[in-house]
Protein backbone atom coordinates (compact mmCIF):
# COMPACT_ATOMS: atom_id res chain seq x y z
CA UNK A 1 0.00 0.00 0.00
CA UNK A 2 1.55 3.36 -0.69
CA UNK A 3 0.19 6.67 0.46
CA UNK A 4 0.63 9.96 -1.29
CA UNK A 5 -0.37 13.14 0.40
CA UNK A 6 -0.07 16.19 -0.28
CA UNK A 7 -1.79 20.01 0.58
CA UNK A 8 0.95 20.94 2.53
CA UNK A 9 2.60 24.60 2.47
CA UNK A 10 3.11 27.64 4.26
CA UNK A 11 0.43 30.21 5.96
CA UNK A 12 0.21 32.86 7.86
CA UNK A 13 -1.93 32.75 11.41
CA UNK A 14 -5.57 32.58 10.67
CA UNK A 15 -5.30 30.67 7.21
CA UNK A 16 -6.13 27.42 6.08
CA UNK A 17 -5.13 24.69 3.92
CA UNK A 18 -6.37 21.18 3.06
CA UNK A 19 -4.23 18.02 2.96
CA UNK A 20 -4.90 14.87 1.33
CA UNK A 21 -3.80 11.58 1.04
CA UNK A 22 -4.85 8.95 -1.34
CA UNK A 23 -4.07 5.43 -0.96
CA UNK A 24 -3.22 2.91 -3.56
CA UNK A 25 -2.20 -0.69 -4.06
CA UNK A 26 -3.40 -4.17 -3.82
CA UNK A 27 -6.01 -2.91 -1.45
CA UNK A 28 -8.56 -5.26 0.00
CA UNK A 29 -10.44 -3.09 2.72
CA UNK A 30 -9.50 0.29 4.14
CA UNK A 31 -10.05 0.62 7.74
CA UNK A 32 -9.11 3.60 10.22
CA UNK A 33 -7.27 6.79 8.88
CA UNK A 34 -5.89 9.22 10.67
CA UNK A 35 -3.50 12.06 11.07
CA UNK A 36 -0.51 12.77 12.90
CA UNK A 37 1.93 15.78 13.14
CA UNK A 38 5.51 16.15 14.71
CA UNK A 39 7.14 19.20 15.69
CA UNK A 40 10.62 19.98 16.07
CA UNK A 41 11.85 18.45 18.80
CA UNK A 42 8.62 17.06 20.25
CA UNK A 43 6.69 13.07 19.16
CA UNK A 44 4.47 12.24 17.05
CA UNK A 45 0.92 13.06 17.85
CA UNK A 46 -2.43 11.75 16.48
CA UNK A 47 -4.15 14.77 15.39
CA UNK A 48 -7.33 13.12 14.33
CA UNK A 49 -8.94 9.99 13.02
CA UNK A 50 -11.78 8.69 10.83
CA UNK A 51 -13.62 5.24 10.82
CA UNK A 52 -14.56 3.62 7.93
CA UNK A 53 -18.21 4.61 9.32
CA UNK A 54 -17.34 8.36 9.61
CA UNK A 55 -16.60 8.42 13.01
CA UNK A 56 -14.17 11.11 14.30
CA UNK A 57 -11.36 11.61 16.88
CA UNK A 58 -9.99 14.84 17.41
CA UNK A 59 -7.18 15.84 19.84
CA UNK A 60 -8.30 18.75 22.07
CA UNK A 61 -5.66 21.47 20.78
CA UNK A 62 -7.58 21.46 17.33
CA UNK A 63 -11.55 20.95 17.83
CA UNK A 64 -13.50 23.41 16.11
CA UNK A 65 -10.59 24.01 13.65
CA UNK A 66 -9.79 21.36 11.92
CA UNK A 67 -12.08 18.55 9.92
CA UNK A 68 -11.07 14.99 8.72
CA UNK A 69 -12.98 13.39 6.05
CA UNK A 70 -13.14 10.53 3.80
CA UNK A 71 -13.84 9.74 0.57
CA UNK A 72 -13.75 5.41 0.49
CA UNK A 73 -14.51 5.49 -3.28
CA UNK A 74 -11.31 7.28 -3.74
CA UNK A 75 -9.91 5.58 -0.62
CA UNK A 76 -8.57 9.01 -0.33
CA UNK A 77 -8.29 11.18 3.50
CA UNK A 78 -8.51 14.84 4.05
CA UNK A 79 -7.98 16.84 6.81
CA UNK A 80 -9.06 20.36 6.21
CA UNK A 81 -7.57 22.83 8.56
CA UNK A 82 -8.60 26.59 9.35
CA UNK A 83 -7.49 29.54 11.67
CA UNK A 84 -4.22 27.81 11.58
CA UNK A 85 -1.93 28.89 14.51
CA UNK A 86 1.82 29.09 14.73
CA UNK A 87 1.83 26.25 17.14
CA UNK A 88 0.11 24.13 14.35
CA UNK A 89 3.76 23.85 12.51
CA UNK A 90 4.69 20.62 11.83
CA UNK A 91 5.29 17.69 9.85
CA UNK A 92 1.87 15.80 9.00
CA UNK A 93 2.03 12.25 8.12
CA UNK A 94 -1.24 9.95 7.18
CA UNK A 95 -1.98 6.47 8.54
CA UNK A 96 -4.13 4.25 7.13
CA UNK A 97 -4.91 0.62 8.55
CA UNK A 98 -5.67 -1.69 5.46
CA UNK A 99 -6.26 -5.24 4.10
CA UNK A 100 -3.94 -6.24 1.10
CA UNK A 101 -5.37 -10.37 1.61
CA UNK A 102 -7.82 -11.68 3.74
CA UNK A 103 -5.66 -12.38 6.69
CA UNK A 104 -3.44 -9.07 6.73
CA UNK A 105 -4.21 -6.25 8.44
CA UNK A 106 -1.24 -3.65 8.59
CA UNK A 107 -1.07 0.04 9.39
CA UNK A 108 0.86 2.46 6.77
CA UNK A 109 1.87 5.67 6.70
CA UNK A 110 2.49 8.52 4.01
CA UNK A 111 5.87 10.48 3.46
CA UNK A 112 4.75 13.30 5.52
CA UNK A 113 3.98 16.93 4.32
CA UNK A 114 5.16 20.12 5.80
CA UNK A 115 2.79 22.95 7.07
CA UNK A 116 4.09 26.09 7.99
CA UNK A 117 2.16 28.75 10.08
CA UNK A 118 3.75 32.41 10.62
CA UNK A 119 3.06 34.61 12.83
Known amino acids: VQLQASGGGSVQAGGSLRLSCAASGRIVSIGDMGWYRQAPGKQRELVAS???????NYVNSIKGRFTISRDNAKDTVYLQMTSLKPEDTAVYYC??????????????WGQGTQVTVSS
Open 50 to 56: ITRNGNT
Open 95 to 108: NVRARTTAWDDSTY
